[in-house]
């Protein structure tokens, strides 16, 4: 703020949130980095081919790992999971962004999200949840390309030491009988959230 040419710096006390302890550096000359190519969420219609998530869609739900189908999503297991009974939502469509998302796909692809928690708490019992989207390859997409919701159940001493000594995650079921559990778990409680299962859509 300038008062009679001289610039008031206002203390940082008078604005929220608390101060944290962080520096910030102040480049605004990037804006135009960040604004520019390559930064604006771009669909690759040639990438889609090369998408795991539209070639597992098209499998049959066991060779796919899918463990529900409805209407515009459907849930599937993660073929490199972070935690046993590791789910992922994706909608059909092959887009990257919550943003490209049409009003009916997004209901029901956070409807979903609260199905899949109540199959897992229905199947085995987790203590807790990490749920989340990397959105774009900055972010931390390993498929940027095609939106997917994680859904990792967590049980209280599930971390051990194995990943750090030995870069191993210790799974004690398979994929394919753990989707078989979602699965019919899947088709027993959609209906309570009214949300149709489509098991014959997109085969
Ligand atoms: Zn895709």
Known sequence: MSEGGKVRIDPPSDFPPAEDHYQRLWTPQRMSYVLGKGAHPRAQKNAKHKCPFCAAEKKSDEDGLIAWRGKTVFAIMNLY???VG???ICPYRH??????L???ELQEFEKATVLAMEVMRVV???DGWNIGINQG???GAGV????HQHIVPRWEGDSNFMPI???TRTMPILLSNQRDAYASAFARLASQYDLTSNSTAHK
Do not use: W
């Not at 887009?95 to 490209?100: D, E, S």
């Not at 940027?144 to 939106?147: F, S, T, V």
């Open 81 to 83: 999971p972070y935690n």
């Open 95 to 100: 887009v990257g962004y919550l943003t490209q």
């Open 144 to 147: 940027a390309d095609h939106l």
């Open 165 to 167: 000594v030995a870069e």
């Open 137 to 139: 390859k900055v972010a």
């Open 124 to 126: 085995s019992h987790p």
């Open 86 to 88: 590791h789910l992922m």
């Open 102 to 104: 049409t009003d009916p």
